[in-house]
């Protein structure tokens, strides 16, 4: 398949070296990268010329000029012919994993069905480029019905409830004719693309985080005073999806514990590695699922001879942890409980998290020294 790749730039000149380098890394060769420079004030659309012209991909970017501004943020099918298949944002603070689009095709060649698309994220810190948070997104229902979580009425900085949509947006090209809009100027564009593009098609989310999300303080999105126009395309595309909700693709919600687990280990520190998932005894089918996601690591189950042991404790009563901490290696190993219990507020949260990690304690104490303990909190919020 023929991927697209848009980026919009505007006032990023810090960032352009860093996206360069990591387009220009990409492991797949039918795509192109369609750029544009949002009408920037600073140096960015100099350094963005310059880096073209010493690209070795450059064959593969195209740099377009906007009628007028965030055209390509809003309406990037403008920028595309035919010729494309999927078309995929990538934004220019943002780092993707280099073989994301391998992912991507592998999956999306056999999802006919399938309109829109994303991937799982590590959110991070970019004053000191440490983790703030990663995504664990579980399409279980439609879009439609989940609406309390997206909505702008949400305090999406504070709330705990809220459900955020995966990055590495893409769509199928020769499905969608239009955007409609009403302010080119507005902002929240990953509701609004989500919305109207499965109002088309059913979304899938690949549980893989194959997108760093970078957290900046002088974010629009992250900033509580928001401008007043920041949502005005929203109704627009929610109701668009009220009219017409082909629901969601659910293809890999069977192994959602399981995918969450390899999903909580650094992004690339998989690669070219052997790979243990400590699970519950796994189908041959959901197997494969999980290993069509990571083709670029030799993954294997339940086996004690691999470089990395990534155990899921949902799974596993303290005897049998204790078995397997006995038989593997202990210097790269990642310890995931998934707390799956309503609560209502943070509080209940965490006391009940730390109520099951305890239950764990003694027996981790025996193999790990303490300070090795990784766990990932996860939750599910009871409207």
Known sequence: MKFGIYTSFYNVEK???RIFDNIESINYENFEWHITDDFSTD???????????????????????????????????????????????????????SDFLIVYNNILKNSPNVVVVSSDFHKINDSDNTLHSISYILNDDKMSNKIVNYHPSCDYLNNISYSCFGHLRAFKNNVIDKFEITNNLAGAEDSYRIFWLNSYGKYLNIPRPLYKWYLRNDSISHNPNVSSVYNDNFDISLNKLNLSDYGVDTTFNDVYLETCSLGSYNIGELKGMKVSLWSRVLSK??????????????????????NINIICLNYFNNEELDMVLKKTSKDKILLYYQNQKYHTNNSEKDNELLNQLNYFKETLNKHIDYSWWMYIRHFIIKK
Not at 75 to 93: A, G, H, K, M
């Open 15 to 17: 960032y352009v070296d």
């Open 43 to 97: 140096n960015t659309k100099n350094k963005i010329m310059n880096r073209i012209n010493l690209s070795p991909i450059k064959d593969k970017i195209l740099f377009m000029e906007q009628s007028k501004k965030q055209e390509m943020y809003w309406e990037p099918n403008l920028f595309f012919d035919q010729t494309f298949d999927w078309i995929v944002l990538i934004d220019s603070d943002d780092l993707v994993d």
């Open 285 to 306: 089918t959901q197997k494969e699922k999980i290993k069509l996601l990571y083709p670029d690591v030799t993954l294997y189950f339940n086996n004690e001879n691999c």
